[in-house]
T-cell receptor
Framework: DAGITQSPRHKVTETGTPVTLRCHQT?????MYWYRQDPGHGLRLIHY???????DKGEVSDGYSVSRSKTEDFLLTLESATSSQTSVYFC?????????????FGSGTQLSVL | DQQVKQNSPSLSVQEGRISILNCDYT??????FLWYKKYPAEGPTFLIS?????DKNEDGRFTVFLNKSAKHLSLHIVPSQPGDSAVYFC????????????FGQGTRLTINP
């Protein structure tokens, strides 16, 4: 395993509540990403980080925020969860620019918003 | 707008035969392409890649072909094995751009014994 852990693995929450998903790595990799996987859409990038406190938006960033206060942790927050945010969320890490072959994914978090 | 498209949601192939998975893209700026494989309850894992300066890359039973003029790539698996049953994602990137991959919708491959 690439030393990447997502928590929680499963979460059920109610519409309007805040939710935070955590991605923790032990590889000291610079790049970290949050993707969501939905049927018919594949994997879509939400946000990514290229260093501590350096983040940027992906293609589906509305309704999500991220924080990276230390190299090993990348947090994804849904400020007020909606049913459209029910999805499987994957964190990924990469050690260097262009290193897509070395893009390692976590096992995912299944989030259900009721 | 889907920049990377996999138009076949599923594919069923007999064990030992060739599996061909297809992918189309619309952004001519993409210069690097990859295939990822995903088993249930796991994250995707890298399978094979190709740069836009090549038209073919081979790794064991897996070969990726790139047709830049048609903006099309394909993954060939020969011979197909039961362990190849998984969801396959095509992905594309601009190497000198932001470090972002754009994925297709995925194709579920089932290898029948």
């Amino acid at each position: 395993d690439a030393g990447i852990t997502q928590s929680p693995r499963h979460k059920v929450t109610e519409t309007g509540t805040p939710v935070t998903l955590r991605c923790h790595q032990t590889e000291n990799h610079r790049y970290m990403y949050w993707y969501r996987q939905d049927p018919g859409h594949g994997l879509r990038l939400i946000h990514y980080s290229y260093g501590v406190k350096d983040t940027d938006k992906g293609e589906v960033s509305d309704g999500y925020s991220v924080s990276r206060s230390k190299t090993e942790d990348f947090l994804l927050t849904l400020e007020s969860a909606t049913s459209s945010q029910t999805s499987v969320y994957f964190c990924a890490i990469s050690g260097f620019a262009g290193g897509f072959e070395k893009l390692f994914f976590g096992s995912g978090t299944q989030l259900s918003v009721l | 707008d889907q920049q990377v498209k996999q138009n076949s949601p599923s594919l069923s192939v007999q064990e030992g035969r060739i599996s061909i998975l297809n992918c189309d893209y619309t952004n001519s700026m993409f210069d690097y392409f990859l295939w990822y494989k995903k088993y249930p309850a796991e994250g995707p894992t890298f399978l094979i890649s190709i740069s836009s300066i090549k038209d073919k890359n081979e790794d064991g039973r897996f070969t990726v072909f790139l047709n830049k003029s048609a903006k099309h790539l394909s993954l060939h698996i020969v011979p197909s094995q039961p362990g190849d049953s998984a969801v396959y994602f095509c992905a594309a990137a601009i190497i000198q751009g932001a470090q972002k991959l754009v994925f297709g919708q995925g194709t579920r491959l089932t290898i029948n014994p």
